[in-house]
T-cell receptor, first 113, second 110 residues
């Protein structure tokens, strides 16, 4: 089955700096890679996703890159703000009705003033 | 907007009790999932269901069972709660490829 590794487990950055979280996956059949943000006391919320037919996707201050050859994908947050402080999860799966997501172990991002 | 609701935000139970966690969706999606979340372990899949009365084991089904009698409702059952089942439990539904999560139930077993 799929195995997803995520690094770092904790990340502290100053407000305005960039943050990068990296994930690797093992199953070459995976072609869908979502990222979730989980704030304290809430369920994970999808913030961005990427499919294997593209190498990069951006949404305002958030971007995700995918390297299928190396089987790794990364989340980039620019101009970080205190409200970006949360736990972030990467995940991987094949597409299709029967697909299941495999999650990384999470990164706790702390944005300090 | 996708809405996934879970019956309780916080629950405290005693060892040996039978525990029911309820999840309800309003989007008519076939696929529903139960995860548990523990520090340093991420989200681990307990059970999932593709349709009414259908269920499939996830990665950690031991000690749990599920019920899906109606499309909109997916229940997680702890037959005899144990202290190692103290955790955050998350329900999710699946759109085309994306999963949408409920707010979670923090269960403490004493």
């Amino acid at each position: 089955g799929e195995n997803v590794e995520q690094h770092p487990s904790t990340l502290s950055v100053q407000e305005g700096d960039s943050a990068v979280i990296k994930c690797t996956y093992s199953d070459s059949a995976s072609n869908y890679f979502p990222w979730y943000k989980q704030e304290l006391g809430k369920g994970p919320q999808l913030i961005i996703d990427i499919r294997s037919n593209v190498g990069e996707k951006k949404d305002q201050r958030i971007a995700v890159t995918l390297n299928k050859t190396a089987k790794h994908f990364s989340l980039h947050i620019t101009e970080t703000q205190p409200e970006d402080s949360a736990v972030y999860f990467c995940a991987a799966s094949e597409t299709g009705t029967a697909s299941k997501l495999t999650f990384g172990t999470g990164t706790r991002l702390q944005v300090t003033l | 907007d996708v809405k996934v609701t879970q019956s309780s935000r916080y629950l405290v139970k005693r060892t040996g009790e039978k525990v029911f966690l309820e999840c309800v969706q309003d989007m008519d999606h076939e696929n529903m999932f139960w995860y548990r979340q523990d520090p340093g372990l991420g989200l681990r899949l307990i059970y999932f269901s593709y349709d009414v009365k259908m269920k499939e084991k996830g990665d950690i089904p031991e000690g749990y069972s599920v019920s899906r009698e109606k499309k909109e409702r997916f229940s997680l059952i702890l037959e005899s709660a144990s202290t190692n089942q103290t955790s955050m439990y998350l329900c999710a539904i699946k759109g085309q490829d994306t999963q949408y999560f409920g707010p979670g139930t923090r269960l403490t077993v004493l």
